[in-house]
């Protein structure tokens, strides 16, 4: 079985400044990862997503993330927020063994402020 | 561009009540999903689908069912809604096979009085 861990469940950041968002995964097998972003009142949004190949991966929006196998992490970054970024942000993970299905982390809000 | 539609953005119903939530994609993808999102929980899965009439239970399938007679619409049913299903429930599809991104409805808040 996998797990996911979102080690904050809120970041407050200022306008313009740099943030890195953590998740760390489990899983016995290889596992691809998926970033989600869920702006107020809707549903999820993929950022970004790492199937295989380079271990840095770009998004929409300016964010990317790096796959860390041997940590065993998949963190968000962006080097300078917008107003518009605040929302949450989740860390999914679906190991090669599962189907289809994600396990998600419980979430991290960003609220950024001006 | 890929649509997801949950018939209802918002409902309230009573306890012991039979509810429906219905959702339909447009994107013939052959997965579909149903999570339900609680605070600090993140998402958690409660049914999927692979296939017209094919079902697998998830992580928490315990009070609900599910059904999927048509391959663009797949159905939530509360049988017997009790005041702990409150939540925000959450639809999703994707196309069949491994690593494929899943597609997000807006969501429907339910609240069990």
């Known amino acids: 079985a996998q797990s996911v861990t979102q080690l904050d469940s809120q970041v407050p950041v200022f306008e313009e400044a740099p943030v890195e968002l953590r998740c760390n995964y489990s899983s016995s097998v290889s596992v691809y990862l998926f970033w989600y972003v869920q702006y107020p009142n809707q549903g999820l949004q993929l950022l970004l997503k790492?199937?295989?190949?380079?271990?840095l991966v770009k998004g929409i929006n300016g964010f990317e993330a790096e796959f860390n196998k041997s940590q065993t992490s998949f963190h968000l970054r962006k080097p300078s927020v917008h107003i518009s970024d605040t929302a949450e942000y989740f860390c999914a993970v679906n190991a090669r063994n599962a189907g289809n299905m994600l396990t998600f982390g419980g979430g991290t809000r960003l609220m950024v402020k001006p | 561009d890929v649509k997801v539609t949950q018939s209802s953005r918002y409902l309230v119903k009573r306890t012991g009540e039979k509810v429906f939530l219905e959702c339909v994609q447009d994107?013939?993808?052959?997965?579909m999903f149903w999570y339900r999102q609680d605070p600090g929980l993140g998402l958690r899965l409660i049914y999927f689908s692979y296939d017209v009439k094919m079902k697998e239970k998830g992580d928490i399938p315990e009070g609900y069912s599910v059904s999927r007679e048509k391959k663009e619409r797949f159905s939530l049913i509360l049988e017997s809604a009790s005041t702990n299903q409150t939540s925000m429930y959450l639809c999703?599809?994707?196309?069949?096979?491994?690593?494929?991104?899943?597609?997000f409805g807006d969501g429907t808040r339910l609240s069990i009085l």
């Open positions: 790492y199937l295989s190949g380079s271990t």
């Open positions: 999703a599809s994707s196309r069949g096979g491994w690593n494929q991104p899943q597609h």
């Open positions: 994107m013939d993808h052959e997965n």
